[in-house]
């Protein structure tokens, strides 16, 4: 793969609905598996719904929804990004080498999203099977219902952390501002550092699995409970 | 949706260049607000008691020379009056409540925009592209500005309810997002003396930060105290004669980017609206967290 001259398709000449066409449409077995994208400049939708096993690389800063609905690929933003990067992928990998704007991954039902420095609030919401590794901290009610896949955080949680969690499981390194309704810290079991110890290795950030905690959902909205003072 | 813009550049061989740059922040913010826009710029007007003043008639072919001419006959007050379109830019030692007092009883289809020693604001209904085109806003020099374009969701498309909003003296803010207590605060304002010119929400932060401060707070105890009292979505940037400021509410739906580099403090909903800024390459970027205020002093 590596050893394929990159395609490179300059966003300053090309639209990104034409990117998008050509991503989608002229990306073959007899293609370049490489395409490199100049400067983004903050446009929203780059690389979104793509289908095949191909590197991208993004070469600056994008905007919204980056990756979105990815399978397959494997795109390298080399720059920070906006809202929602790598909203509801399926398989692939997004690595973004900055920092994430809010709802990084959100709905993701596979693929690995790696954001490198820190993501803002929501990172995570209502993940659905996906894994998401942030090198540095998330924000404000991250993993909001969470249904099922990890969030690795090796720096802090901001506040209501996990709110309302499924299934999801959450490893934080540092410190936890406050845990959402439902949420709770639990102990690491063998299989929970081995998770932590996979992913990790994955991104290649070498915190030891030992320092993380586990959160998750205690369970207790799961089931209607009739003595509860209802009171909101 | 509405985006906000700002801009403040540190040093002063580069001020001629506010214009240039912030020109093509707001056309491209203007895909988030389309119907209306405006821009505050900051440049002191001199020494003395001479102070700004921006007006606004909406009146076709509106004669500002003969505005002009009778502020001089009926005032007795030196006038520095130029005009473009529908702005009129008056420069004059005449007390703001005089003048204020003058325009509703000779002129009341003229509107008082911004009244300070530093302070210009422009703002009209249209595209955010087609206005800056209108007023030349590429040739502004400035130390520092704040922009809007809106997309009107809660009160009338209209030159008056396009930001910025101001109050007092030198100071304004834009407002992304939705207030939900502007009625009870504007109720309890009104209770104090102060007059609103619109059913905006926005004006009624804008009101409240500038009561604060006109009873002795500085603008960024004002905004610990809006914090509270405030309900609702905002990212809010304000400027002073000295300074940007700019919040986020608890909950931060509305967004926000800051790019700072040895030349400037850009500010903008976006990042794409910076991307053709010099130096932004090498830009030390982030995203505000909620309700911390960020300031910036010339």
């Not at chain 1, 073959?28 to 991208?56: C, F, Y």
């Not at chain 1, 992928?89 to 999203?113: D, I, N, P, T």
């Not at chain 2, 101001?166 to 304004?172: I, K, L, M, Y």
């Amino acid at each position: 793969m590596e050893s394929v001259a990159p395609a490179s398709v300059d966003l300053q000449k090309l639209s990104v609905r034409q990117l998008n066409h050509f991503l989608h449409h002229e990306i073959g077995a007899t293609s370049p598996s490489r395409v490199e994208i100049l400067n983004p400049n903050g446009l929203h939708n780059i690389a979104v719904g793509l289908d095949a096993p191909v590197q991208v690389d993004v070469r600056g800063h994008a905007g919204y929804f980056l990756g979105g609905m990815n399978r397959q690929a494997r795109i390298v933003v080399h720059g920070n990004v906006g809202w929602s990067v790598g909203e509801n992928m399926m398989s692939g990998e997004v690595r973004v080498k900055g920092f994430a704007s809010q709802c990084a991954g959100a709905s993701a039902h596979g693929g690995l999203l790696f954001i490198e420095g820190s993501a803002s609030s929501r990172c995570g919401i209502s993940l659905k099977g996906g894994d998401i590794v942030v090198g540095g901290h998330v924000g404000h009610m991250s993993a909001f219902m969470a249904q099922a896949g990890h969030l690795v955080v090796c720096g802090d949680a901001g506040a209501g952390l996990g709110d309302s969690l499924y299934e999801a499981v959450i490893y934080v390194r540092g410190k936890i501002h406050s845990l959402g309704a439902d949420a709770r810290e639990e102990p690491m079991s063998e299989c929970d550092y081995d998770k932590v110890g996979i992913l990790l290795s994955r991104t290649g950030l070498d915190w030891s699995p030992r320092e993380f905690k586990r959160v998750a959902s205690a369970k207790t909205l799961y089931h209607w409970n009739v003595d509860a003072d209802q009171e909101y | 949706m509405c985006g906000i813009i700002g801009l403040l550049i540190k040093p002063e061989s580069k001020r001629s260049q506010l214009g240039e740059w912030v020109t093509p922040m707001m056309d491209c913010m203007g895909d988030r607000g389309p119907d209306s826009a405006g821009l505050a710029v900051f440049s002191p007007v001199g020494d003395g008691p001479l102070r700004r003043f921006s007006l606004f008639c909406g009146r076709p072919g509106f004669d500002w020379t003969e505005l002009g001419k009778a502020f001089e006959r009926d005032t007795a007050c030196e006038a520095d009056l130029s005009a473009i379109e529908n702005h009129g830019r008056l420069v004059s030692p005449i007390a703001p409540e005089r003048l204020e007092e003058w325009l509703s009883r000779e002129f009341p289809s003229v509107h008082l925009l911004s009244t300070g020693r530093s302070i210009e604001v422009y703002k009209d209904e249209g595209h955010p592209a087609e206005i800056a085109e209108r007023y030349g806003f590429a040739g502004l020099a400035a130390s520092h500005c704040v922009g809007h374009t809106r997309m009107a969701t809660e009160s009338a498309v209209s030159p008056a309810h396009a930001h910025p909003f101001t109050a007092g003296e030198d100071f304004c803010l834009v407002h992304n997002g939705s207030l939900s207590n502007p009625w009870s605060l504007r109720r309890r304002l009104q209770k104090r003396g102060v007059d609103f010119e619109t059913d905006n929400d926005t004006e009624a932060a804008c009101r409240f930060l500038e009561w604060r401060m006109r009873e002795g707070e500085s603008l960024e105890d004002a905004l610990k105290a809006a914090f509270i009292e405030l309900d609702g979505f905002y990212t809010l940037l304000m400027a002073t004669a000295e300074k940007l400021v700019l919040v986020r509410d608890a909950f931060a739906c509305k967004p926000a980017v800051v790019a700072e580099t040895e030349d400037y403090v850009a500010v903008s909903s976006e990042f794409r609206s910076l991307a053709h800024l010099p130096g932004i390459r090498s830009a030390e970027l982030f995203e505000p967290v909620p309700e911390e205020i960020y300031s910036w002093s010339l």
